[in-house]
């Protein structure tokens, strides 16, 4: 119900429903490869004219990673250009383009089901444009809900987003379990000198087909995101600084009451005296701090466990590393809510220090005990507390402050440049973590596990470090609040 001084809650929750799905599909996309790339791979070690390497296999299953950044890089240009509503309707023409394309790859193109080297650049290139939705949605959704938020409840708001990509992570789990039924993975052999091979008898459906529904069915949640986000109404910060301040006005009305609209539309006009100023227009500090929180929500590792969550489990000696996996993925659902139902209570500096420190713990919990089968239990718990800690911290308040922390006539681009470096940062974790882990001073010796686990909890006390000296608390502040808020750092 909408009141002259409240505004209309239903009405608020429904647009920021619609946004979160644009996390949701984050999630969905970059889990989706988790199910089908064994299919993938046995389809295209089945090519005639190339030898499908496995470094071609790694490039292939990251591949969205490049469009992650090319993305992200992008968001800032388009949101100012073309707003945020319609920048986020482009990403889900994007997610759904690269849904069906991932499906067939060859359409109108290449001869279906044959595999070959033109094929998997054509696969590729679908990868890559599905990543770029990735890029935008990341940036432009957790910007779009800090931007329609009312203050008092914009950080509950945006962690949304965060529970959203990793809902978005489990619904893609499960759908791949659907799709594979009865059928099973196929078994990828080494046949010497980094050769791989299928090995005979391996189910021919899911190398034939089920990978293909595994990427399709992404276009079912893409398309549903393209059409309800038609629906929304563009941010009424953008709106100011197109110089629309009558819708503007209404979108504001409808949101907190007509009242608090007539404030917030002076404060946002103050805010907005010069539409493009220059970045550093606030300091260096201001783009730093930003800069720096995306790179510490990767540089704690966190990426690393979740991608590889299984070999994990699987080193530990887990019979079933899956189960262990998905029990993983509902803990940080339940931690992630945490962070949900407290970030307006508790502030966002408390939150992200006392995960820091948790993940400290983790990290070197599974360093000092990882390899050791009597400990086996206390590895996994560390791990647990580990994973939990980063959900209710670094994973949803770090959208929170990127989406918050900057000044309006600056936001777009400096959140373009903060989330670039997320997904960079990003490609370097996942990237590195294997090498790293699987390192040996002696043969034999557990050296990687050790000193990888070790690293990510030193960093993590830097990040620590770093939020209590640097970081501003944004709880209860006003977005035009962070211009008087960077002018007198």
């Given at each position: 119900?909408?009141?002259?001084?409240?505004?209309?809650?239903?009405?608020?929750?429904?647009?920021?429903?619609?946004?979160?799905?644009?996390?949701?599909?984050?999630?969905?996309?970059?889990?989706?490869?988790?199910?089908?790339?064994?299919?993938?791979?046995?389809?295209?070690?089945?090519?005639?004219?190339?030898?499908?390497?496995?470094?071609?296999?790694?490039?292939?299953?990251?591949?969205?990673?490049?469009?992650?950044?090319?993305?992200?890089?992008?968001?800032?240009?388009?949101?100012?250009?073309?707003?945020?509503?319609?920048?986020?309707?482009?990403?889900?023409?994007?997610?759904?383009?690269?849904?069906?394309?991932?499906?067939?790859?060859?359409?109108?193109?290449?001869?279906?089901?044959?595999?070959?080297?033109?094929?998997?650049?054509t696969f590729n290139i679908?990868?890559?444009?599905?990543?770029?939705?990735?890029?935008?949605?990341?940036?432009?959704?957790?910007?779009?809900?800090?931007?329609?938020?009312?203050?008092?409840?914009?950080?509950?708001?945006?962690?949304?987003?965060?529970?959203?990509?990793?809902?978005?992570?489990?619904?893609?789990?499960?759908?791949?379990?659907?799709?594979?039924?009865?059928?099973?993975?196929?078994?990828?052999?080494?046949?010497?000198?980094?050769?791989?091979?299928v090995m005979p008898g391996?189910?021919?459906?899911?190398?034939?087909?089920?990978?293909?529904?595994?990427?399709?069915?992404?276009?079912?949640?893409?398309?549903?995101?393209?059409?309800?986000?038609?629906?929304?109404?563009?941010?009424?910060?953008?709106?100011?600084?197109?110089?629309?301040?009558?819708?503007?006005?209404?979108?504001?009305?409808?949101?907190?009451?007509?009242?608090?609209?007539?404030?917030?539309?002076?404060?946002?006009?103050?805010?907005i005296t010069v539409r493009?100023?220059?970045?550093?227009?606030?300091?260096?500090?201001?783009?730093?701090?930003?800069?720096?929180?995306?790179?510490?929500?990767?540089?704690?590792?966190?990426?690393?466990?979740?991608?590889?969550?299984?070999?994990?489990?699987?080193?530990?000696?887990?019979?079933?590393?899956?189960?262990?996996?998905?029990?993983?993925?509902?803990?940080?659902?339940?931690?992630?809510?945490?962070?949900?139902?407290?970030?307006?209570?508790?502030?966002?500096?408390?939150?992200?220090?006392?995960?820091?420190?948790?993940?400290?713990?983790?990290?070197?919990?599974?360093?000092?005990?990882?390899?050791?089968?009597?400990?086996?239990?206390?590895?996994?718990?560390?791990?647990?507390?580990?994973?939990?800690?980063?959900?209710?911290?670094?994973?949803?308040?770090?959208?929170?402050?990127?989406?918050?922390?900057?000044?309006?006539?600056?936001?777009?681009?400096?959140?373009?440049?903060?989330?670039?470096?997320?997904?960079?940062?990003?490609?370097?974790?996942?990237?590195?973590?294997?090498?790293?882990?699987?390192?040996?001073?002696?043969?034999?010796?557990?050296?990687?596990?050790?000193?990888?686990?070790?690293?990510?909890?030193?960093?993590?006390?830097?990040?620590?470090?770093?939020?209590?000296?640097?970081?501003?608390?944004?709880?209860?502040?006003?977005?035009?609040?962070?211009?008087?808020?960077?002018?007198?750092?």
């Open positions: 119900m909408k009141s002259e001084t409240s505004g209309s809650r239903a009405y608020l929750i429904s647009i920021v429903m619609v946004a979160v799905l644009g996390g949701l599909l984050f999630g969905y996309d970059t889990a989706v490869i988790s199910g089908a790339e064994k299919g993938l791979q046995a389809f295209f070690l089945g090519a005639q004219d190339f030898q499908y390497t496995d470094f071609m296999h790694g490039f292939t299953s990251s591949s969205a990673l490049i469009g992650c950044i090319i993305g992200s890089a992008l968001s800032g240009l388009l949101a100012t250009r073309l707003g945020r509503k319609r920048s986020l309707i482009v990403a889900g023409i994007l997610f759904f383009i690269s849904a069906l394309g991932s499906m067939s790859p060859e359409f109108l193109i290449h001869a279906h089901g044959v595999p070959t080297f033109s094929l998997l650049v679908y990868r890559v444009i599905g990543g770029i939705g990735v890029g935008l949605a990341s940036a432009i959704c957790p910007m779009y809900i800090g931007e329609v938020a009312p203050s008092d409840i914009r950080g509950m708001l945006v962690s949304w987003n965060q529970f959203a990509i990793i809902f978005g992570q489990l619904v893609v789990y499960f759908v791949n379990f659907l799709i594979l039924g009865d059928h099973t993975n196929p078994i990828i052999e080494a046949v010497g000198q980094g050769v791989n091979a391996s189910d021919p459906w899911t190398i034939t087909t089920g990978w293909r529904y595994m990427f399709g069915s992404e276009a079912v949640p893409a398309g549903l995101f393209t059409v309800l986000i038609c629906l929304v109404p563009e941010s009424p910060r953008y709106l100011v600084m197109i110089g629309r301040d009558d819708v503007a006005m209404r979108v504001l009305s409808r949101i907190n009451g007509s009242t608090s609209a007539e404030r917030i539309l002076t404060d946002i006009r103050q805010t493009t100023e220059r970045l550093f227009s606030y300091g260096f500090l201001c783009i730093f701090v930003g800069i720096m929180l995306s790179v510490f929500q990767q540089a704690v590792g966190i990426n690393a466990v979740l991608y590889y969550a299984p070999r994990i489990f699987g080193d530990m000696g887990m019979t079933n590393p899956m189960v262990n996996t998905v029990v993983m993925g509902v803990v940080n659902i339940l931690f992630t809510l945490v962070a949900v139902f407290t970030v307006e209570k508790l502030g966002r500096k408390p939150l992200l220090i006392c995960g820091s420190l948790g993940m400290a713990i983790g990290a070197f919990g599974v360093a000092v005990t990882f390899g050791n089968a009597s400990l086996s239990l206390i590895t996994m718990l560390s791990i647990m507390v580990y994973s939990a800690s980063f959900m209710f911290s670094w994973g949803p308040i770090c959208w929170v402050l990127i989406a918050e922390i900057f000044p309006n006539t600056i936001r777009g681009a400096a959140v373009a440049i903060a989330v670039a470096f997320q997904w960079i940062f990003n490609f370097i974790v996942s990237s590195t973590f294997v090498p790293m882990f699987n390192m040996h001073l002696t043969p034999g010796d557990d050296f990687g596990h050790w000193f990888t686990y070790g690293l990510y909890g030193i960093i993590c006390i830097i990040a620590a470090i770093f939020v209590w000296r640097l970081v501003p608390e944004t709880k209860g502040r006003t977005l035009e609040e962070m211009t008087t808020l960077w002018k007198k750092r």
